[in-house]
């Protein structure tokens, strides 16, 4: 029995896309605030201090949402035949960004290391390791293959798109495909 996915007209799924990435954006950083507002005034000046441990992955995860949200854009004015970037300059740009991304990330790996061991607060470290892995699933997300979630008659398929992650099989996201394409027409970039 296969499995019926719920389609939107292309236009839509698209402004849905670019929408969706920007809420997200301030969503996040709308709750981070939140909860640092609400655990500082029931435990204290420094429950959730904003500190570098918890506040650098919060910038990453808005940077790489905020990617995805003017891609998703991009796609959207291509459809509606509007000015926009060729699949090439995206791919052109997007292969250095996702280069970025990675630094990005990487640089937070020594930043949690060193707060942990200068006793920083335990709540700002689960939540910078909180939206750090939040930051690495959306450059999965965008950068390699598809982890987005799909519906079957109404409901969420979580587990699927976690599944073809870590046997390989999952599908290229369109950004990726865009990004090698660029590196098969042009070649990689000389620095």
Known sequence: ??????????????????????????????????????????????????????????LVFSAIVLEGSFYWHNQLRRVKRQRAFSRMEIGRIYYRIKWINVLLLAAYLPVVVTAALAGAPLSGIIAGLFLYGMAVIEQINYFHIRLSYETVNGGLLIVEPLKQLFTGTGKRSQLRRDIDRYLRLAGPPSA
């Open 1 to 58: 029995m296969s499995k019926q996915l719920k389609k939107r007209p292309v236009q839509k799924e698209l402004q849905f896309l670019a929408s969706f990435e920007l809420y997200g954006a301030l969503m996040a950083a709308g709750l981070y605030f939140a909860a640092k507002f609400i655990l500082d005034m029931d435990l204290g000046e420094k429950a959730f201090a904003l500190h570098w441990v918890s506040f650098y992955p919060l």
